[in-house]
């Protein structure tokens, strides 16, 4: 059996899947601020411990960053001069979030071009300058970024390495070149963000860890990623950015997973938003270029998702249109049926015999039909903005706030599967391990394509997937014209299934 977890915002959703694929449990608990809190009353809430493995997803990282709290001042080092002098390291972030990150700027000698030449060599004498203003100021975040280093990292390793002998190893060091794309501001943006959040990693996992303790539970614990697969403890550790939009890609994965439809739409409605992604053979269809997390722009993985204000706490304006503004985590005490002062979608729900909570006869004077009718006509043109072609397009609804919405406009096929509430649990729970290579390849277009196959595969296993299991989700080429030797960026992404044997004591949270 396995356990998924879905901490967000407010509440925090548990699921236990059996070994037969089957939803044995499900529990809501209110999420409490130190995490531990809110993971533990779950787990004891589904009342299982012999369990082989747990998976949580989480929002407390973009929570932390949202919030500009919770973040560790960061040495940012970029390795690219003579070039990229005119616009340093965190000159495009908010000034609140900037006051909160930056601790250091340093910019020093190396970097590639675009055909991986050198731009410069690293200078060890210059990099032992840089750590000594390190160590002085205190620092113990690093974001390395070099220029073009997904064509090659050669200059980040050679840094990281004279950084991590002279500042020893309670100094963490975060590299571009494993965590963006190309696109040198937006990468080293990400890896910047990375850094910052890594002693918060380290707190949170440890307390992940500690809640299962509590609850009797030693299995192995896993987070969930950006694109809907499994990294351990210690990967978590080091790439907290990658956790980012575990929430709803959770919630997609666990749609596909309950509805068992692999291409569809899908919408989770929660207390304050409504997420709608678009899902490509099980698993969510990535954002194609930057994206911009709590302002800053990024080039990460993340899912192509269009959120809109609509969700269960929205408060009902007197035209009968809904949001963006919401109550919230207050939903228990403003709602009318609650005993509160505020109309909320909840209360239209309510109304309309949608939902069997609160205080029915407190809204028995309120006629909901225009205002639901308002709500289902925004959801299907979030839904229709978000498709590519005008064919037939199922669409799945989760999350607590679907049960505003029936049916929508110019879609015949709308479905809410069972536990629909906690889909972004049991997508957690039935996640599985993946490899992704993202980068520049020259030569024959079949062997280029087979050696890139070859490699994702070989990341999966490495990672932890079971032999034999792992099968290609996704390929992308794109060919790049002003480079020699037939030269093409090549992304191909690989997913296979747990294999806990082989991982042995490495996933376990002790």
Not at 29 to 48: H, I, K, N, Y
Not at 331 to 343: H, K, M, N, Q, R
Not at 363 to 376: K, N, S, T
Not at 399 to 418: A, K, Y
Request: glycine content about 12%; proline content about 5%; aromatic content about 4%.
């Amino acid at each position: 059996m396995r356990i998924g977890i879905d901490v967000g915002g407010t509440n925090t959703d548990a699921a236990l899947i059996g070994d037969d694929g089957q939803v044995l449990a499900t529990v809501k608990s209110p999420t409490t601020e130190d995490v531990t809190g809110g993971v533990a009353a779950a787990l004891a809430g589904l009342g299982a411990t012999r369990v082989s493995a747990v998976m949580i997803g989480t929002t407390h990282f973009v929570n932390a960053l949202v919030e500009a709290a919770r973040l560790e001042p960061v040495a940012a080092v970029r390795l690219g001069l003579p070039a990229t002098a005119a616009l340093p390291p965190l000159v495009d972030w908010p000034d609140r979030l900037r006051a909160a990150v930056e601790g250091a700027v340093h910019l020093c000698r190396g970097g590639h071009e675009y055909d991986g030449t050198p731009i410069s060599d690293p200078d060890p004498d210059e990099l032992k300058r840089v750590a000594a203003d390190i160590r002085e100021r205190g620092l113990r975040s690093v974001a390395i970024s070099s220029v073009f280093s997904p064509v090659s990292d050669a200059s980040e390793r050679r840094a990281a390495e004279i950084l991590a002998a002279e500042l020893g190893p309670d100094v963490h060091l975060s590299l571009s070149s494993e965590i963006g794309k190309v696109g040198l501001l937006a990468r080293e943006n990400a890896t910047i963000v990375n850094a910052a959040l890594r002693p918060l990693a380290e707190r949170t996992v440890a307390a992940f860890g500690e809640a299962l303790l509590r609850a009797g539970i030693t299995a192995p614990l896993f987070l969930s990623q950006n694109d809907g697969t499994l990294m351990d403890v210690d990967h978590a550790r080091r790439y907290p950015v990658a956790t980012f939009a575990s929430g709803p890609t959770n919630s997609m994965r666990g749609a596909a997973y309950l509805s068992g439809l692999t291409d569809c739409a899908v919408v989770d409605i929660g207390g304050t938003t409504s997420d709608v992604g678009i899902l490509v053979g099980g698993f969510p269809r990535e954002a194609a270029g930057e994206a911009l997390v709590a302002e800053v722009r990024t080039n990460f993985r993340i899912p192509d998702v269009l959120s809109i204000g609509i969700g269960g706490g929205s408060i009902i304006a007197a035209d009968g249109s809904a949001g963006p503004r919401s109550v919230g985590y207050r939903l228990t005490s403003e709602a009318l049926v609650f005993g509160g002062g505020t109309l909320t979608a909840t209360d239209l729900a309510v109304a309309a015999g949608r939902a069997e909570i609160g205080d029915l006869s407190r809204v028995a004077g309120i006629d909901p039909a225009r205002p639901l009718a308002l709500i289902a006509e925004r959801v299907a043109e979030a839904v229709d903005r978000m498709r590519t072609s005008a064919a037939p397009l199922p669409v799945v609804l989760v999350g607590g706030g679907s049960i505003l919405v029936e049916e929508l406009p110019g879609f015949s096929d709308v479905r809410r599967p069972p536990h629909f509430e906690v889909a972004n649990a049991v997508g957690a729970a039935i996640a599985q391990v993946g490899g992704e290579v993202d980068r520049v390849f020259s030569g024959p277009r079949e062997t280029v394509l087979a050696e890139a196959r070859a490699e994702a595969v070989t990341r999966a296993e490495r990672a932890g997937a079971r032999a034999g299991s792992v099968r290609i989700v996704d390929v992308e080429e794109l060919p790049l014209a002003y480079l020699p030797g037939d030269s093409v960026r090549v992304r191909v992404k690989a997913v296979g299934d747990l294999d806990l044997d082989k991982l042995g004591e490495a996933g376990r949270h002790a």
